[in-house]
């Protein structure tokens, strides 16, 4: 009973603040006339740099997954950890990084220039699109390979008795798999293409490179058209929640971070480890380079940081912090309340949580200072704010690892408690506490770095005294100061993982079983 | 006595009825097709399936709603223990679900770990035992509930040949020392013949009502027939 009163509050906080803020905005907007050919073409663009991102994610993914899949050298379980590095890593830190690689400055300029050839430049579509693949080649990569570890392995030998041609190994076994996984990795590559405000923010602009978050963004800080900006938003949201409907149809693949440690046992010849080794070296050099030059150059200009760093850190950490209870308490009263109800209950749960996924920080962010504004000035609300908003983005995730563990121990033992009496506390404390702490150090860990690394909301209402760790970096960047960028990366990045790494050994201690 | 009173239940679309009585410290094993409703009955008995008609009775008396007031212990197929309690605290947890126990009730619970022979496992956990002795931490549950009634839900399946023989033996001891009334569910005509003396048929949505095990493999009815094939024992 109280599990119910609960998880439908925390159904209805979440309904709330992503449609009902959308709606304020709608109501808010003046329609779609207000909009002009700019707004036009940002909005073609949205569509358009996702698309590119997503699909060219997965065709490299393939490849990639695929060489993980059947090679086994040393560093593979390393690489393949490292793969999940980007998903937590905040955004701006990676775009620094790529520009420090493929940017003006970078190194790929610097040698094209000194063979005399031309510098490369990634502001606009490049960059954007760069940078999306950056973040979700490795995503893809890890859903990829966790179908290909999923295939029984009688069938590769059952193939290979038949001694299949590379044709019809493709037909019989990697094809349905790719069939069944490749539909729902694309449209969750496109859904966070298209929310995603940081990399348009720091590479993107101008006439070819504005997407509809950046739009939103600037109507509402430069030119203080809150008018506009709502419109905007309300073409967002209706983008948005279109594509959410169909990854609600479309399965969305699984991502436990489970499971990852076998080897395909597979004949290949050395035209196959040929292949594999160019693929994975790619691979490797696209993730490691970009971070590796960041974290280099932070690391020389360490002593460079600016003391305002201090304030920063502590108002990130209070977010992060504060952001993390909330989305636990969102998840686990979600998860209880509906995990042992019927399949349409799950759905709606499930629905829920990807309306996070799908709600822009920025749609929000709008909403909500439109509501505010009336009453109070919206910048003082800015830290619970961006709390609130950072839960909700990092619920969907959450939701994904909480829900199958509640389901599970619930499946598994629920007769059994109920043929012992065992009473509520003493299973809450005892049999379930204990069997979901590790989901919950994990979703934590995660809800943490995702908000430690956050650039959304806060972007739209901080003053210029208050600033998070991502904020301050991207404003040294905007002034031009890279040598200190590089180095508040670093302490950015390591709190980011501190609090991961802290979270889910949480987790995992005296839970090492089961 | 357990006495199942024109019962019927329903579970998704499929129901079953039943309509029978079992003398006390009889042993029966529940046979049948795979969906015939075999677990369903088990349910009913357990609690875990409320009637939709009629009523189990135990002595006479109805069965409380509530499976943990029923006079019974029931082992599942798997999960019957939790892996992160050790092996003494998921015996205990038979006696005390509320897993605050009594330094005499502690000595139970050992008691009975030694009584299976795995005195020496106490503080191990689930992980550290074989399949064999995971079935005997089970069966020390079942010895320290003293429960009158024991449902037994294939727990041995998964077990090879002769740990299998050996479990249904130190099963079959323990539960005719204590006189205890047991329904098992099984695939295996073999393992009915060598555990049980009657045998519950239940195919399409039908229990029987129970039969002496050897007349009935000997001269099976059509739909047992059916079920056992060239397999008859």
Not at chain 1, 81 to 86: D, E, H, K, R, S
Not at chain 1, 457 to 473: E, G, H, K, R
Not at chain 2, 69 to 91: A, G, M, W, Y
Not at chain 2, 136 to 158: H, I, K, Y
Request: glycine content about 10%.
């Amino acid at each position: 009973m109280l599990r119910s009163v609960v998880g439908g509050a925390a159904l209805i906080a979440l309904l709330i603040f992503s449609l009902g803020t959308a709606l304020v905005v709608g109501l808010q907007g003046r329609g779609l006339g207000v909009l002009n050919s700019a707004d036009w073409s940002a909005i073609k663009f949205t569509l358009w740099q996702a698309s590119l991102s997503a699909s060219l994610s997965i065709a490299m993914a393939i490849p990639v997954a695929r060489a993980l899949a059947r090679q086994s050298f040393p560093g593979r379980q390393a690489l393949i950890t490292l793969l999940g590095a980007p998903f937590i890593l905040p955004v701006i830190v990676g775009v620094l990084g790529l520009l420090a690689v493929f940017g003006r400055a970078g190194w790929i300029s610097a040698a094209l220039d000194w063979a005399g050839f031309a510098k490369l430049s990634v502001y606009g579509a490049p960059g954007v699109i760069l940078a999306h693949v950056f973040f979700n080649l490795p995503l893809v990569t890890r859903l990829l390979l966790q179908a290909w570890m999923a295939i029984p392995a009688e069938r590769f030998r059952v193939a290979e008795s038949l001694s299949a041609a590379p044709w019809a190994y493709f037909r019989l076994i990697e094809g349905p798999m790719l069939r069944s996984t490749v539909p729902g990795a694309f449209l969750l590559v496109f859904l966070l293409c298209l929310t995603s405000f940081v990399v348009a923010l720091a590479v993107g602009g101008g006439p070819r490179g504005t997407t509809i978050e950046l739009a939103i963004y600037q109507a509402f800080r430069l030119d203080f058209d809150l008018g506009k900006a709502a419109s905007l938003a309300l073409v967002q949201f209706l983008i948005c929640g279109t594509v959410s409907l169909l990854a609600f149809l479309v399965p969305l693949p699984q991502t436990n971070g489970l499971g990852l440690d076998r080897v395909l046992q597979r004949l290949d010849g050395w035209r196959h480890r040929l292949w594999d080794g160019f693929w994975i070296s790619i691979a490797a050099a696209f993730l490691v380079l970009p971070l590796g030059a960041v974290l280099f150059r932070g690391l020389r200009h360490l002593l460079e940081l600016p003391p305002q760093i201090l304030a920063a850190s502590v108002t990130s950490l209070t977010i992060a912090i504060i952001s993390t209870a909330l989305c636990l308490a969102m998840a686990l009263s979600l998860s209880l309340a509906f995990a042992r109800r019927g399949a349409l209950a799950r759905s709606l749960a499930e629905a829920t949580g990807i309306l996070g996924l799908a709600s822009s920080p920025l749609v929000v962010g709008t909403g909500l200072f439109v509501l505010i504004f009336p009453y109070a000035q919206p910048m003082a609300f800015a830290l619970p704010i961006t709390a609130s908003v950072n839960a909700m983005m990092a619920l969907p995730f959450a939701l994904r690892v909480l829900m199958p563990a509640v389901q599970e121990t619930y499946g598994d033992y629920l007769h059994l408690r109920m043929s012992l009496g065992m009473g509520r506390w003493i299973w809450a404390k005892r049999i379930l506490g204990p069997r979901l702490r590790r989901p919950i150090g994990f979703s934590a860990g995660l809800a943490a770095a995702l908000s430690m690394g956050d650039l959304g909301v806060i972007a739209l209402f901080a003053d210029p005294d208050l600033q998070t760790l991502p904020l301050m970096l991207y404003r040294l960047m905007g002034a031009y100061r890279m040598d200190q960028a590089a180095a508040t990366a670093v302490v950015l990045v390591v709190q980011s993982l501190f609090l991961f790494w802290m979270f889910d050994r949480g987790g995992r201690r005296h839970a090492a079983f089961g | 006595m357990l006495h199942l009173d024109r019962l019927a239940v329903q579970q998704g679309g499929f129901s079953l009825r039943a309509d029978f009585k079992i003398a006390a410290g009889d042993r029966v094993a529940v046979i049948g097709p795979s969906g015939g409703g075999k677990s369903s009955l088990l349910n009913a008995i357990a609690g875990f399936l409320a009637p939709r008609v009629g009523q189990v009775l135990w002595n006479g008396q109805p069965m409380p709603d509530h499976p943990g007031e029923r006079p019974l212990s029931i082992l599942f197929q798997d999960h019957n223990l939790f892996p992160h309690l050790t092996v003494l605290d998921n015996v205990a947890i038979g006696l005390r679900p509320d897993m605050r126990l009594l330094v005499s009730q502690k000595a139970q619970a050992l008691a009975a770990l030694d009584q299976v022979g795995l005195s020496d496992k106490a503080t191990a956990y689930p992980r550290d035992l074989s399949g064999g002795q995971q079935g005997r931490a089970g069966l020390a549950r079942v010895l320290l509930r003293q429960r009158p009634l024991l449902l037994l839900d294939e727990p041995f399946a998964a077990l090879g040949p002769a740990l299998k023989d050996e479990m249904l033996e130190i099963t079959r001891q323990i539960v005719q020392q204590a006189g205890v009334t047991t329904l098992m569910v099984t695939h295996d005509p073999q393992d009915a013949m060598s555990f049980a003396e009657y045998a519950i048929l239940v195919a399409d949505g039908h229990a029987d009502a129970p039969a002496p095990i050897g007349p009935l493999f000997h001269e099976p009815p059509v739909a047992l027939q059916a079920y056992l094939g060239r397999r008859a024992p």
